[in-house]
């Protein structure tokens, strides 16, 4: 898979390793935007404008994240779960929910956040093929066996 395939497409399986690879990768490209337009840009980002750099991030993210899941042959609309804590602690920052809905939702998101961190970041994906294609850890192995001996 190419790195553009990787990071644009939401089809294929995706190793753990590789996930957590991207995803240093992707942080580091975040950091660095954000000094680029503050620091060296000159640009001062105000509050309104913070939001376009994760903006940018979200796709690839997803991408990454919908790979990851069909190595564990789960399908990938469940990435929307990811959603709903970030949804509701926008429309508390804005409208100021009733502390008896805004304190649940952050529990509920950060159990969310957990379960998504140790099924997909921790625990190993599917061995073999699944509907979502062969594993890639096979097509790795595969390739290196096909490689020929260094005399």
Known sequence: MTFTQTMLSFQGRLRR?????YHVGL???????????ERLGGVELTLHQVWLIPLLMTWPTY?????????RNRSAWWALLLLVPDLLGSLDAIVGLPEAISTPSQ?????VAIWFFIDFGLLDGTPG??????SP????????SETPAVA
């Open 63 to 71: 991408a990454l994240l919908a790979k990851r899941m069909h190595d």
């Open 27 to 37: 942080t580091l490209a975040y950091a660095a935007l954000f000094v680029l337009f």
């Open 137 to 144: 850890k096979a097509l790795r192995e595969a390739s290196l």
């Open 17 to 21: 390793r590789d996930l957590w690879i």
């Open 129 to 134: 093929d699944n509907r979502f294609g062969p």
């Open 107 to 111: 529990i509920i998101g950060g159990l």
